[in-house]
Nanobody
Framework: QVQLVESGGGLVQPGGSLRLSCAASGFTFSSYDMSWYRQAPGKERELVATIFSAGNRNYPDSVKGRFTISRDNAENTIYLQMNSLKPEDTAVYYC?????????WGQGTQVTVSS
């Protein structure tokens, strides 16, 4: 049974940091490209960061320099270190796994940036 379980969300003040985790099981984790997406109320889901199976990373301009994605293939886990958080980073953050035509989503974890 495939599972992607996110954790680490919460309430943080602007300028603060959070670290999200996504624990994967039920598939060959090291072979999959892993990503974080987010969705704010009333907005479309958007890509936040990708780490490919080869280890290279990709970020949109909106988070580049502030967010860092990493993976631990021994622990079947990916992380998202988020620094210098802004109110516009408030969203539900989702873990995503992809390999060829196969796609898996986690259930999401809420991140709220507010004073």
């Amino acid at each position: 049974q495939v599972q992607l379980v996110e954790s680490g969300g919460g309430l943080v003040q602007p300028g603060g940091s959070l670290r999200l985790s996504c624990a994967a099981s039920g598939f060959t984790f090291s072979s999959y490209d892993m990503s974080w997406y987010r969705q704010a109320p009333g907005k479309e889901r958007e890509l936040v960061a990708t780490i490919f199976s080869a280890g290279n990373r990709n970020y949109p301009d909106s988070v580049k320099g502030r967010f860092t994605i990493s993976r631990d293939n021994a622990e079947n886990t990916i992380y998202l270190q988020m620094n210098s958080l802004k109110p516009e980073d408030t969203a539900v953050y989702y873990c995503y796994a992809a390999r060829w035509e196969v796609r898996y989503w986690g259930q999401g974890t809420q991140v709220t940036v507010s004073s």
